[in-house]
């Protein structure tokens, strides 16, 4: 099963996976090669710059959208990350656009790191608004954490994949037969 978001929110999800948790590869772990990821994502023109305030925006910002993603899970809001999402949101110009095809569409209308966020508020924006945001959801593999789309029918997806399923399965097994195999008191 396909684990990538549709649309544009799938630049949102490849955002937060910039980092890998368990390998602790982090294709954005300085201001230059965040720089590269953005323009390769059409989030930053060619020309624009990150600095140092703005790449750990850029990762405050990362972090936040990956709490959300969990809190996914449980159909509710994590209110301390919807915070910080806010606070990017404070430098960041969106705009609504009429599309040729006569629909609204919201926009960024910012440069530099503030309009790349603000592309990626406009797809959290959109996708809350059609529907598509509560399965994107965060592994529940603590070791993982990977961002994914959750395509199961009834919503219910727990973790990226198989292998981090089986792995979270088998630790709650072991507990169990350790917890099992204590000597009575
Ligand atoms: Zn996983």
Known sequence: MSREAPRDLETL?????TVELDSRRDTARTPET???WLVEHGLLEPGETVDGAGHRRALRFREALRRLG???????????ASEEVDAVGQGATLVVRL???????????GRGVDGALARLLAI????TADGTWP?????????CRWAFYDRSKNQSGL???TACG????????????SAGQRPAD
């Open 13 to 17: 999800r490849a955002f937060v996976n």
């Open 34 to 36: 965040l720089r590269v």
């Open 70 to 80: 969990e809190a996914n899970h449980d159909r509710r809001v994590d209110l301390a």
């Open 99 to 109: 599309g040729e095809d006569g629909a609204a569409r919201l926009a960024a209308a």
């Open 124 to 127: 959290l924006y959109t996708a």
């Open 135 to 143: 399965r994107f959801k965060v592994c529940r593999n603590d070791t």
């Open 159 to 161: 973790f990226c994949g």
């Open 166 to 177: 089986n792995a979270v399965h088998a630790r709650a097994y072991r507990r169990r037969r």
